[in-house]
């Protein structure tokens, strides 16, 4: 069984702060990681995908991977409430082209 | 780019009747598209594997007689839920895979299904 484990929170911080959400998953010949966010009642949304370990940033999100470690995160700077969502970990791997899924966490921006 | 549209957003029917759900890429051809289930507060559920010109994949303990698919050109799949059941109301959730941007899968903005 390929897993992806993410902790369902909710992690709460305050506006302005960084917040940082954590995924780990156990096949170690995952190649590819997503991060989406999923708003309440509507579908998920892609947000950043990384290949390479090391970090990769766009705007307000750095992914971070290590594949040694088995480990991937998103960082969001300046958290804003609109940013409260359940954030989904994708992990693709060799053994064809579904996603396998975390159950999310859910991220709450306190004003 | 990379826009996948879902019709209808959302359906309610009577038990027993069966409901179609198409799933568009409207800017990029997709061999591949995903159908996925979500009840309230759980998890994405991927159901099956829809390949264009060919027979759908489909998950442990999900009924290929029950949920027809048929990815008939590169840019439509739909998927019916035949003869449905409340048990069957969910919120479906289609994705379609860019093979340019490394698998990147686009998700669709989902059919929120009520059986009465």
């Known amino acids: 069984q390929k897993e992806v484990e993410q902790n369902s929170g909710p992690l709460s911080v305050p506006e302005g702060a960084i917040a940082s959400l954590n995924c780990t998953y156990s096949?170690?010949?995952?190649?590819?990681f997503f991060w989406y966010r999923q708003y309440s009642g509507k579908s998920p949304e892609l947000i950043m995908f990384?290949?390479?370990?090391g970090d990769k940033e766009d705007g307000r999100f750095t992914a971070q991977l290590n594949k040694a470690s088995q480990y991937v995160s998103l960082l969001i700077r300046d958290s804003q409430p609109s940013d409260s969502a359940t954030y989904l970990c994708?992990?693709?791997?060799?053994?064809?082209?579904?996603?396998?899924f975390g159950k999310g966490t859910s991220l709450l921006v306190t004003p | 780019g990379a826009v996948v549209s879902q019709h209808p957003s959302r359906v309610i029917c009577k038990s027993g009747t069966s409901v179609k759900i198409e799933c568009r890429s409207l800017?990029?051809?997709?061999?591949?598209m995903f159908w996925y289930r979500q009840f309230p507060k759980q998890s994405l559920m991927l159901m099956a594997t829809?390949?264009?010109?060919?027979?759908?994949?489909?998950e442990q303990g999900v009924e290929k007689d029950k949920f027809l698919i048929n990815h008939a050109s590169l840019t439509l799949s739909t998927l019916t839920v035949t003869s449905a059941h409340p048990e069957d109301s969910s919120f479906y959730i289609c994705?379609?895979?860019?093979?340019?941007?490394?698998?990147?899968?686009?998700f669709g903005p989902g059919t929120r299904l009520l059986v009465l």
């Open positions: 990384i290949y390479s370990n």
């Open positions: 994705s379609a895979r860019l093979t340019r941007n490394q698998e990147t899968q686009y």
């Open positions: 096949d170690r010949g995952s190649q590819s």
């Open positions: 800017d990029f051809q997709a061999t591949t």
């Open positions: 829809s390949n264009e010109g060919s027979k759908a994949t489909y």
């Open positions: 994708a992990v693709n791997s060799n053994s064809g082209y579904a996603l396998n």
